[in-house]
Antibody, heavy 120, light 113 residues
Framework: QITLKESGPTLVKPTQTLTLTCTFSGFSLSTSGVGVGWIRQPPGKALEWLALIFWANDKHYSPALKSRLTINKDTSKNQVVLIMTNVDPVDTATYYC????????????WGQGTQVTVSS | DIAMTQSPDSLAVSLGERATINCKSSQTILYNSDNKNYLAWYQQKPGQPPKLLIYWASIRESGVPDRFSGSGSGKDFTLTISSLQAEDVAVYHCQQYYSSPPTFGQGTKLEIK
């Protein structure tokens, strides 16, 4: 049974750095074809893809946010960490991590999401 | 980036009736080498994460009721719910994974009439 859970601060001040952790179970990020991505959803708005890391440590970023994002994995802890620098109120959103495999393409398992508010 | 546009933005359908949601991509998402359309549909109920319904444009995810079906190819796609149930009230999202960055439609809110 695959599960993912996001954790991190609920409130961050503008210009600060946001660190989110995705802790998962039921799969290994050392298994060929497996990836974990981050997607966010501002209140009442559309889903926005942020970043993805694959089993071989191949990393992909949203071009619009690439300069501010870093994604890393800790296979031994079953965790993926997303770091976003210089946050702004427009980064206020629910942040989801999700599982995908290369053969499927789509994200088949999602965490419940963690709400992040950027405000002074 | 490939832009995904859904229509309508919202939809009200009577219980037991058919619901149809459209999704159009700004360029083809049909990969010629494998003849697959790189499109997924998700259902999102209030306060919940998205749930994968359909991938490769028409393959139903395990456990998804067969009243949900996906169709289309190239740039135009459709999600159909053949007989609307009360539990189908949700926002539906399409997503392309043909090229990076993967992009989502703006969502379609489905309600009961």
């Amino acid at each position: 049974q695959i599960t993912l859970k996001e954790s991190g601060p609920t409130l961050v001040k503008p210009t600060q750095t946001l660190t989110l952790t995705c802790t998962f179970s039921g799969f290994s990020l050392s298994t060929s074809g497996v990836g974990v991505g981050w997607i966010r959803q501002p209140p009442g708005k559309a889903l926005e893809w942020l970043a993805l890391i694959f089993w071989a440590n191949d990393k992909h970023y949203s071009p619009a946010l690439k300069s501010r994002l870093t994604i890393n994995k800790d296979t031994s802890k079953n965790q993926v960490v997303l770091i976003m620098t210089n946050v702004d109120p427009v980064d206020t959103a629910t942040y989801y991590c999700a599982h995908r495999i290369v053969a499927l393409g789509a994200y088949d398992y999602w965490g419940q999401g963690t709400q992040v508010t950027v405000s002074s | 980036d490939i832009a995904m546009t859904q229509s309508p933005d919202s939809l009200a359908v009577s219980l037991g009736e058919r619901a149809t949601i459209n999704c159009k991509s700004s360029q083809t998402i049909l990969y010629n080498s494998d003849n697959k359309n790189y499109l997924a549909w998700y259902q999102q109920k209030p306060g919940q994460p998205p749930k994968l319904l359909i991938y490769w444009a028409s393959i139903r995810e395990s456990g998804v009721p067969d009243r949900f079906s996906g169709s289309g190819s190239g740039k135009d796609f459709t999600l159909t719910i053949s007989s609307l149930q009360a539990e189908d009230v949700a926002v539906y999202h399409c997503q392309q994974y043909y090229s990076s960055p993967p992009t989502f439609g703006q969502g379609t809110k489905l309600e009961i009439k």
